[in-house]
């Protein structure tokens, strides 16, 4: 038997068959509810974010079902929505405060913590409230806490007083600090201070 030029080995694979699409389902209460309370499982959520996420579920259903309102689906998810808040599953409050927390701590500045959950409509007096709070519970002078959470950005960034290896020149580090919410005053003042200054201002991590 001359094996020199042996067949190539064949797998016995099944051709690609492509799966197709499921219908979107028709929109009721109950399937609102539901569909809902599984997101929240996952997600934490303003009312108006879960409301902006539900409605697309609706926007899709509507567009393959031709008979249905989508004014009466919006109605619905309207009920649904104020029944979650009233049932503790959708708490805005909370959420406002979770977020401001965690961004705070993490450097941001005010223009980014508003920014960042006006996309998840939250409205502005909202944020600005939790803000007050959380900076007026975290420093001995609430009017610092820009600057206090402009250097905790840069120590995470290892900008101004941080930067050991004077990686960034100034001109560049102002930049950054602009780019994520600072103002000109407060980035100079970073990248001016020492360290021995920051903890005689008081700043502790968050």
Same mark, same amino acid.
């Not at 701590?105 to 960042?116: L, Y």
């Not at 102002?174 to 005053?185: F, H, K, Q």
């Given at each position: ?30 399937? =609102? ?36 309102? $989508?004014?009466?689906? =919006?109605?619905? =998810? ?16 909370? &959420? ?6 965690? +961004? $705070? ?52 960034? $290892? ?17 950054? +600090?602009?780019?994520?919410? &600072? ?5 100079? $003042? ?12 008081? &700043?502790?991590?968050?």
């Amino acid at each position: 038997m001359d094996d020199s030029n042996p067949e190539p080995y064949k797998t016995k694979k099944k051709p690609y068959k492509k799966r197709e699409k499921r219908p979107p389902k028709k929109i009721s209460e109950r399937y =609102l509810r539901n569909s809902g309370m599984y997101y929240l499982e996952r997600f934490t959520a303003s009312s108006g974010h879960f409301k902006t996420v539900m409605a697309r579920k609706i926007n899709k259903s509507c567009y393959h079902h031709k008979d249905q309102d $989508r004014e009466e689906c =919006l109605a619905m =998810l309207d009920k649904v929505t104020e029944d979650l808040l009233k049932q503790g599953y959708l708490d805005d409050d909370g &959420y406002v405060r979770g977020m401001v927390t965690s +961004l $705070r701590r993490a450097g941001k500045s005010k223009k980014a913590i508003i920014a960042k959950l006006a996309q998840k409509r939250v409205p502005t007096s909202d944020i600005e409230k939790a803000l007050e709070h959380f900076d007026t519970e975290n420093t001995e002078d609430p009017s610092e806490a820009e600057f206090f959470a402009a250097i905790t950005f840069a120590r995470k960034k $290892r900008l101004g007083p941080y930067d050991e290896r004077e990686k960034y020149e100034d001109v560049k580090a102002l930049a950054i +600090l602009a780019r994520n919410g &600072y103002s000109y005053d407060t980035a100079r $003042r970073v990248l001016n201070v020492t360290e021995d200054e920051i903890y005689e201002l008081g &700043y502790r991590v968050y």
